[in-house]
């Protein structure tokens, strides 16, 4: 009997313990590693190597959108809605940051895709920077393989997370501003903390009557952020829940690398790598760019500048010393942009290189 299958047929409840104390071991070995992000990074690789392995737990929706509109909310307590005005005044650095990350990966799209190197306009989905679960379900009414779009999308973010958290190790994690030792259950105010909780359920369900793409994340975000500004709420998240919020999104990524979907992606594996690689590298250079023409320092500028992953990239800036308005505000105002741009995008690129689309995708 194979690894794979000998996991699988394990019981559910045996599966959710494994799944449980491969996180809870890789989590430990990343805080004791001084790791950015290590409760999410931790919780992302078990999770990877339990479903490749055969388990198949599957998160429930629930839980996932909860630690969405948490986190979210998270972000709304360090990011003040006088951003806005900064995104206002500061409406060139903004444009050029995002523009340049969206035309760098379109261009990387279209060369994948003029050269036929992944079906359709798989690579043109694949290489869209930001809101990869929205770009995933979108991808397959535009002709593209949802399946490689997927693994394009949330290994890429994985490996965003991974340079991000490598980065913000050399750049951000030093012994004059390592985090103190976390204390696990303080105090909680409760009502602040039932006030958060509220926002982080109510926030998900607004966005999805509005049917808002990336609203778990983006709605609580807003509103959090308002709310807070105007003094009407204070935002409360203790330490273990935010670690149970953290584990939730890693384990959200992390499953869907399954083995069946490994296999599929396997001869076009190397590409996909090269593309990503490539992708992250001139994104890179969009950093630099930041940090020599507008001073931002250079752990900020790539934070700001690394191509999806909105909700880890805000965990790995809230466990750094950067400018996490600044960060949030390009990643926030970025997310936006490609939800609007990459249907836009993928019908003028298929167009000009011939790509066929499904009729209910033309114009």
């Given at each position: ?91 060139v650095l903004f444009s050029t ?15 994948m895709t003029r050269l036929q ?247």
């Amino acid at each position: 009997m194979t690894k794979r299958s000998a996991l699988g047929s394990l019981p559910p409840a045996a599966q959710w313990t494994v799944l449980i104390a491969a996180s809870l071991a890789m989590a430990a070995l990343m805080v004791h590693l001084h790791a950015p992000a290590a409760l999410l990074l931790g919780p992302l690789l078990a999770s990877i190597a339990v479903a490749t392995a055969g388990t198949r737990v599957n998160l429930p929706l629930s839980p996932f959108v909860f630690a969405q509109g948490m986190v979210g909310s998270m972000i709304a307590k360090m990011v003040p809605i006088s951003i806005v005005g900064d995104v206002v005044s500061h409406w060139v650095l903004f444009s050029t940051g995002v523009l340049s990350v969206v035309a760098v990966s379109s261009f990387l799209g279209w060369i994948m895709t003029r050269l036929q190197m992944l079906p359709g306009t798989t690579a043109l989905w694949g290489t869209s920077p930001g809101a990869a679960s929205v770009m995933t379900l979108m991808a397959e009414a535009y002709g593209a393989d949802p399946r490689l779009v997927a693994i394009m999308q949330y290994l890429r973010v994985l490996m965003v997370a991974a340079v991000a958290a490598a980065v913000a190790r050399i750049f951000g994690i030093t012994p004059t501003h390592q985090a103190a030792e976390i204390v696990w259950f303080p105090p909680i105010a409760w009502l602040p903390f039932i006030e958060t909780v509220a926002l982080a359920v109510l926030g998900p369900m607004i966005a999805r009557r509005l049917n808002l793409p990336a609203g778990a994340f983006l709605v609580p975000l807003v509103i959090g952020a308002v709310l807070s500004h105007f003094g009407l709420m204070q935002i409360e998240q203790p330490p273990w829940l935010l670690a149970g919020c953290y584990t939730m999104i890693g384990w959200n990524i992390g499953l869907r690398f399954t083995r069946p979907l490994l296999i599929h992606a396997a001869k076009a594996l190397p590409r996909i790598l090269f593309c990503i690689f490539i992708m992250i590298s001139l994104c890179g250079g969009v950093a630099v760019m930041l940090v020599m023409v507008a001073k931002v320092d250079p752990l900020t500028a790539y934070l700001a500048t690394s191509p999806g992953g909105a909700d880890s990239i805000a965990i790995i800036a809230a466990s750094s010393n950067v400018d996490v308005p600044f960060v949030m505000a390009m990643q926030t105002v970025r997310m936006i942009a490609v939800l609007i741009l990459a249907p836009i995008l993928t019908k003028f690129i298929a167009q000009r290189v011939d790509v066929p689309l499904p009729p209910e995708a033309k114009p």
